[in-house]
């Protein structure tokens, strides 16, 4: 079966640091590049970065640059999003999602459940 | 940075047409892809490269693109078709994927 699992909601303080973890299952983990896509309560979803499970060549929008590092173990198939200096407004479900093919016409095809980040002193 | 503009809402009552708009700087030279989000749950591709639908997506859903704006299209619209609708396209000047706001599509 073709899937992302993530792990589980996390609960952080400000100033912490979180890193989620994004599982693929049923495809070649490599051959796809993985994005992490954010969503604050209410809001509407943003775009965090992707990178390349075969190089681990990433790309982060400018937003978090500094903040953010992905990173990947292709041995268990897993994608992880580590956000740090966390404040208040990093509340939100974080999503990885898989892209295909040509850049110019990446489209997310398959998403992870999400996972809730609360950062509450 | 390149930028989407969606409406924040679209209101239509059942078994009527549904638009829901899409603007960006020349966005007709780019491929634009749909998700539906219903609450609680991750999005859901349901058209991609301007006008293509994944397999299980119905036929009611479709999509154009041309100029300054690209449009979901929503026929025969059911109850089961209240979510937020966001497009998205690929920046080839930043390198990075853009989203629209969203629209909350309700059906009346």
């Known amino acids: 079966q073709v899937q992302l699992v993530q792990s589980g909601a996390e609960v952080k303080k400000p100033g912490a640091s979180v890193k989620v973890s994004c599982k693929a299952s049923g495809y070649t983990f490599t051959g796809y590049y993985m994005h992490w896509v954010r969503q604050a309560p209410g809001q509407g979803l943003e775009w965090m970065g992707r990178?390349?499970?075969?190089?681990?060549?990433?790309n982060y929008a400018q937003k978090f640059q500094g903040r953010v590092t992905m990173t990947r173990d292709t041995s268990i198939s897993t994608a992880y999003m580590e956000l740090s200096r966390l404040r208040s407004d990093d509340t939100a479900v974080y999503y990885c999602?898989?892209?295909?093919?040509?850049?110019?016409?990446?489209?997310?095809?398959?998403w992870g459940r999400g996972t809730l980040v609360t950062v509450s002193s | 940075s390149y930028v989407l503009t969606q409406p924040p809402s679209v209101s239509v009552a059942p078994g009527q047409t549904a638009r829901i708009t899409c603007g960006g700087n020349?966005?007709?030279?780019?491929?634009v892809h749909w998700y539906q989000q219903k609450p609680g749950q991750a999005p859901v591709l349901v058209v991609y490269?301007?006008?293509d639908r994944p397999s299980g997506i119905p036929e009611r859903f479709s999509g154009s693109n041309s100029g300054n704006t690209a449009t979901l299209t929503i026929s025969r619209v059911e109850a089961g078709d209240e979510a937020d609708y966001y497009c998205?396209?690929?920046?080839?000047?930043?390198?990075?994927?853009?989203f629209g706001g969203g629209t909350k599509l309700t059906v009346l």
């Open positions: 990178i390349n499970p075969n190089s681990g060549g990433t």
């Open positions: 020349n966005i007709g030279s780019k491929s």
């Open positions: 999602a898989r892209v295909d093919g040509d850049p110019t016409y990446w489209y997310f095809d398959l």
């Open positions: 490269d301007d006008s």
């Open positions: 998205q396209v690929w920046d080839s000047s930043s390198e990075h994927v853009v």
